[in-house]
Every structure is written in structure tokens, then in C-alpha cells.
């Protein structure tokens, strides 16, 4: 299965952050559209990524100070992307490897979507039920 075909059931809509969004401005956006992570955008461009985990890290590393200060300061910036071309696998191979849980789709430089590690899982699920319905089917024909 394709990325494609995971945000054609998904959607592409993505909640997303410029760089001088404040930390308790991410924080607001992540609890509002119920979402751990956001892409950083500026002038169309994905240029980061920041997490809830990103966020807990740096407050304990840097006190209450941190929710003024902009996301720009904490965010991942070498961020790993794919494309509605890539595979469901690759992209579960590259999240394991990178240990990462979401991961920006990129077309034509562009932010197309983004892929949760939930997303993943249930892609997987859903593959594995419908191998199963069908060996099932399989054997009942005898």
C-alpha cells in the first residue's frame, strides 16, 4: 500500500506552525486539532518539526521560561519526509529506524499530508483483517 492511498482515507489537511509561533501557541494547536506533532512551515517549505515529547524535553531542560520563546528554538529541523509514491513498509522501516512517530508527506516540494505512527498501525490492521477474511473465504470453498 501507498502513502497516497493511506491520505486518500485519511485526508490531507495538516495543522501546522511557523517558526515564531510560541511554544504555548504549539501547545494550544496541538491540544485544539488533537495531534502530537506539527510541521513547521514558512513560505509554503516544511523547515522543521516539533513534538509534544520536543516540548516536555526542553521545559524540563529549560523551565517555564520555554512557553514564550518560539518553536524555531526547539524544533527538529532535519526532518525526515516522504512522498504519496512511498510505500506503507518503507515508511514503517524509516519511523522504526529514526524513531520517529510522524512524518510529513513532501510533493513537489510542497506539505502534502502527514503520517502518523497511528496511521501506520492501522493501515497494518486493516491489511492483516483482510488477508485473513480471505484465507477464511479460501478455505470454506475447500
Known sequence: MRIADVLRTKGDSVATVSPDTTVAGL?????????????????????????ERDVVRKLHERGEG???????????????T??????????SVLMTQRRIRHVPVVEDGRLAGIISIGDVVKT???????????????????
Do not use: K
Open 124 to 142: 497494518r490492521m486493516e491489511e492483516l483483517e483482510a488477508n485473513q477474511e480471505q484465507l477464511q473465504a479460501y478455505i470454506a470453498q475447500g
Open 82 to 91: 516522504c512522498t504519496p509514491r512511498d510505500s506503507v513498509d518503507d515508511l
Open 27 to 51: 501547545l494550544a494547536g496541538l491540544a485544539e486539532h488533537n495531534v502530537g506533532a506539527m510541521p513547521v512551515v514558512e513560505a509554503g517549505e516544511v523547515v522543521g518539526i516539533v513534538s
Open 66 to 80: 520555554l512557553l514564550a520563546r518560539p518553536v524555531s528554538e526547539i524544533m527538529t529541523t532535519i526532518v525526515a
